[in-house]
């Protein structure tokens, strides 16, 4: 059996520590989740030199060993514990060139662990023009390493570095420096209580625990002992340790590192001017909001309007090819077009994503945190929480992933609680179909269109609405956490393209497979529901429907209809549906409405095809629905059942309930507890409700 | 009375003296914010929050609750 | 004989859809066992 070589990627953030695994393992690899917590775990498989494999992971980015969030949390929990299956038999830390100095800090800290430590200086093709030269021998024998010099942009060094990873076992495990300097009699005591223990790792299990409160060593256990000094003294320990290793790396690079500073040429200053001027900064931001959402909504309506019709065809087929009977139906009406509502939202997201990974690459998003922090820190959201809000117009899900890298607990989640109120693309369909229906198609001073101003109305409600419950929140949850702020104003870069399009590729998978599976799961089982009933009049539908209808001499297409909706009427969900109208019909719906927005919990866009459905229209034409809607009579005013006043409390409904399983089932994995989603649910649902009854009666 | 972060104007610089208050995250710290090194401040938002510094080469953005517990000399250019 | 095939497909990939569900929302996984940490083993 070949050997497999365990390698850890560690590096500080915006270093290219992903350019490097991506690099390492192209697309070979896979995202998975650390058990029982969200954040994720990239690895992949790396083919070396002559036939051995390593096994490679990309741990989050962080800046030392000292850690503050779950994320970085991760990387010392690997590095403690040499029997967790991934234990690195190599530490590779991946630094840049610019910030050899920073990236350095937490190289001293591994060595001191004693794992074999290679060093990867990235972005080699930035030292001419920072005017950096490097003596590379020099700082292997100070460092007690090997390096590997690369650029991922040029795809230069890689080779090399697979030779270092493979070679693993010549590189020295000497610590650079001597830890337990900073406080002699301390390191002493502790020494003599755990003779077997390595020191500097009793020292980060001791700083951890009191940091964090998140380790169980059962080992160390002991080390309770020595927390005889208190938090503050820690601390001082800490610095005086951050401080003791800056003092070794300056000395390192003060001979193996030389800068020219007329050499160096300045981009980023000039660009920092105009990007987060106190105008500019702000007007660029909004052009690029709009460049956005144009493309999200134009770009993505062609292919859509092809995913859309390439569906519905091949649901038609299905229906041709196979024999008649109930699996065809449910493969024609149930699972086609549920993978439909799937693979339909597939350009949007990836358009979101394309923009936001390349925001993400050029280092301008770090900018927009810095422009905004100070805004959304009045509704206790983190400037930070501007990229999910801007996410959740497309789609609540990925939004709620993008929340991960605000440090504060208690901004995260409130941005994690209101985001799904921001308008995303599922409701899109239903207020089109609503808007077309009860508001007026006339302009407004014979310019503005009622219909579009109604739309736009909606949009700023669902943010004000984000924005306002956030300020509520933030004064209601007392909920204690760091809330410090601390964001790296990266260089500017030029977007890689095969970094973007892995982001884009992965995240729509992920997308995909994570949510899809739901939303077809609940598809099948609403279809079942809709298709089958207890007792007669279900089971009889076709003579009951034929007896009724017999004096009226109907057309063969007409008496089918009728069945059908008699059928529906009579299914499972057609008398769940009578069961909960008297709890909807103060808000100006009937059942069948009730079903379109009980089966819009699965997804919001169900509605429309539920509608679809229930008034026993064939085609998926948007016209002929409404027609159909606009038809249907309400049994006691024997007026339209969609009127002014019932149109509007369903808008409004829908721009606040929280009707997404997918949404839920992310909040729940992202704040790891069914509390959060619950009241979610019941809260904006409650609300959706009072806001669209209050509307009904108002305006009825 | 001492200068501290807040204090700064764009453009003007400072010698960090004193960076022991517990208010100050070791984050910064690890990222170069230590005694003796030089800072700048590149650029302000609105409100003179959050301040976006150079300290020592290093390109950062905090809240200027936090750059109120960092001591500096200022260094009059 | 196609009506019963086609309605066992059916009631498998109901059973299949709600299994999925019931596993993905109820079922607690059951926690990997979580790492001790030191050199010396657990």
């Not at chain 1, 009951?544 to 009226?552: A, G």
Request: a positive charge; proline letters at 4%.
């Amino acid at each position: 059996m070949s050997k497999q070589i365990n390698v850890a990627l560690i590096g500080n953030p915006n270093t290219g520590k992903t350019s490097v695994f991506n690099a390492l393992t192209g697309l070979n690899q896979k995202v998975g989740n650390y058990p029982g917590i969200t954040v994720e775990k990239k690895e992949g498989i790396c083919k070396l030199p002559r036939g051995v494999k390593a096994h490679i992971i990309d741990l989050p980015g962080t800046y030392s060993l000292n850690a503050s969030s779950l994320d970085e949390n991760v990387v010392i929990e690997l590095l403690l514990n040499r029997n967790d299956k991934d234990f690195p038999d190599v530490a590779v830390v991946v630094s840049d060139v610019e910030n050899l100095k920073r990236n350095l800090l937490i190289f001293t800290q591994i060595k001191d662990l004693e794992i074999p430590t290679l060093l990867v200086i990235n972005m080699a093709d930035r030292m001419d023009y920072k005017g950096i030269s490097l003596d590379i021998d020099y700082l292997e024998e100070h460092l007690n390493t090997k390096i590997a010099l690369i650029s991922t942009r040029k795809n230069t060094g890689i080779d090399n570095l697979k030779h270092l990873i493979a070679n693993y076992k010549d590189i020295s495990v000497t610590p650079c420096i001597n830890a337990s300097e900073i406080d002699k009699t301390y390191f002493e005591n502790l020494r003599k209580a755990f003779p077997n223990q390595l020191i500097y790792k009793l020292w980060l299990v001791i700083t951890q625990d009191v940091n964090f409160g998140k380790t169980d060593r059962k080992q160390i256990e002991a080390v309770d002992d020595f927390k005889t000094k208190s938090k503050a003294d820690l601390k001082r320990l800490q610095q005086k340790e951050t401080i003791k290793r800056y003092q070794f790396i300056n000395n390192v690079l003060k001979l193996g590192q030389t800068i020219d500073v007329s050499q160096a040429k300045d981009l980023r200053s000039r660009l920092d001017r105009v990007l987060t001027h106190k105008i500019w900064g702000y007007l660029i931001f909004f052009v690029i909001l709009l460049t956005i959402f144009q493309a999200i909504y134009d770009w993505s309506s062609i292919p859509q309007d092809f995913i859309d019709s390439m569906f519905t065809s091949l649901s038609q087929w299905t229906k041709d090819i196979l024999p008649q009977g109930a699996f065809t139906n449910l493969l024609a009406e149930g699972i086609i077009p549920g993978l439909g509502g799937i693979v339909i939202f597939i350009p949007q997201i990836a358009f979101l994503f394309l923009f936001i990974a390349v925001l993400e690459e050029s280092g301008y998003m770090s900018r927009v945190v810095f422009l905004m922090d100070r805004v959304m820190r009045r509704f206790g959201l983190s400037g930070k929480s501007v990229v999910p809000l801007i996410s959740g117009t497309a789609c609540a899900i990925p939004a709620i992933m993008a929340t991960r890298n605000i440090e504060s607990w208690k901004e995260r989640l409130i941005t994690i609680l209101v985001t799904p109120f921001i308008t995303c693309a599922a409701r899109l369909p239903v207020y089109l179909i609503i808007i077309s229906l009860v508001i007026p198609d006339s302009r407004f001073m014979g310019l503005l269109s009622y219909q579009a101003l109604t739309l736009m109305l909606l949009y700023l409600i669902g943010f004000l609405t984000a924005v306002s419950s956030a300020y509520i929140l933030n004064k209601i949850l007392k909920i204690k956490s760091k809330t410090y702020f601390v964001v790296e104003m990266p260089n500017y870069k030029l977007p890689m393209f095969k970094n973007v399009a892995i982001t884009v590729i992965e995240k729509t998978k992920s997308f995909v497979f994570g949510a899809g599976k739901i939303i077809l799961a609940i598809s099948i089982i609403l279809w079942f529901l809709a298709s089958y009933g207890p007792g007669e009049q279900f089971n009889n539908a076709e003579n009951i429907v034929k007896t009724e209808y017999i004096s009226q001499n109907l057309s063969n297409e007409l008496l089918q209809q009728k069945i059908a909706s008699h059928k529906l009427e009579h299914s499972f969900i057609g008398i769940t549906g009578r069961a909960i109208e008297p709890s909807i019909r103060p808000l100006g719906y009937d059942w069948k409405i009730g079903i379109a927005i009980v089966s819009s919990f699965a997804a919001r866009e169900v509605f429309v095809g539920t509608l679809a459905t229930i008034y026993s229209v064939g085609s998926d034409d948007v016209d002929t629905i409404t027609n159909r809607m606009s038809k249907e009579i309400n049994p006691i005013t024997g007026g339209p059942l969609f009127n002014f006043a019932s149109g509007i409390s369903l808008l409004l409904f829908y721009a606040f309930a929280m009707q997404c399983m997918s949404t839920l089932a992310v909040v729940k994995r992202e704040t790891n507890s069914w509390k959060w989603p619950t009241l979610q649910l019941v809260i904006m649902t409650a609300f959706a409700y009072i806001v669209a009854l209050i509307a009904f009666q108002l305006l009825k | 009375m001492q200068d501290t972060l807040a204090h700064l104007k764009r453009g003007e610089r400072g010698i960090i003296t004193d960076v022991s208050s517990i208010h100050i995250p070791l984050k910064l710290l690890e990222m170069g914010c230590l005694p003796g090194n030089s800072v700048e401040l590149v650029q302000l938002a609105p409100f003179h929050d959050p301040m976006y510094l150079n300290i020592n080469g290093t390109h950062l953005a905090i809240r200027k609750e936090t750059a109120a517990h960092i001591l500096i000399d200022k260094v009059t250019l | 004989m196609n009506d019963i095939i086609q309605n066992i497909l059916v009631f498998i990939a109901m059973a299949y859809a709600l299994g999925f569900l019931i596993k993905k929302f109820f079922w607690k996984k059951p926690n990997r066992k979580k790492s001790c940490g030191s050199a010396g083993g657990c």
